[in-house]
């Protein structure tokens, strides 16, 4: 079993910053992909990014390309997400996940990720 625990979620200004961080626990980790997704109100949820831990290989949804960085810490377990220049379309909660499967090339289909942390508020405000 794999327990995520999301931090750094909050309330900022429309052009301001936020890095939230995921750590993993529960197994070793040695070639999994972690991703982030959000959810806002009304609306589907929807993948934001993703990197695959033995390659570091990266995806972003077209929304996030130039704003948004993932990364991870590898001897942490932890990945982050880097997130500026916010916009108020950028409002949603925030959920990390992991897809133990995938090696290489992180997908971008939330059906792949098996594991889901609790989610973290993000509110961007114009």
């Known amino acids: 079993q794999v327990q995520l625990v999301e931090s750094g979620g909050g309330l900022v200004q429309a052009g301001g910053s936020l890095r939230l961080s995921c750590a993993a626990s529960?197994?070793?980790?040695?070639?999994?992909?972690m991703g982030w997704f959000r959810q806002a109100p009304g609306k589907e949820r929807e993948f934001v990014a993703a990197?695959?831990?033995?390659?570091?290989?990266?995806r972003y949804a077209d929304s996030v390309k130039g704003r948004f960085t993932i990364a991870r810490d590898s001897a942490k377990n932890t990945v982050y997400l880097a997130m500026n220049s916010l916009k108020p379309e950028d409002t949603a909660v925030y959920y990390c996940?992991?897809?133990?499967?995938?090696?290489?090339?992180?997908?971008?289909?939330?059906?792949?990720?098996?594991?889901w942390g609790q989610g973290t508020q993000v509110t961007v405000s114009s």
């Open positions: 996940a992991v897809d133990p499967k995938t090696i290489w090339y992180p997908p971008i289909d939330s059906s792949g990720y098996d594991y």
């Open positions: 529960g197994r070793t980790f040695s070639s999994i992909v």
């Open positions: 990197i695959s831990w033995k390659g570091g290989s990266t």
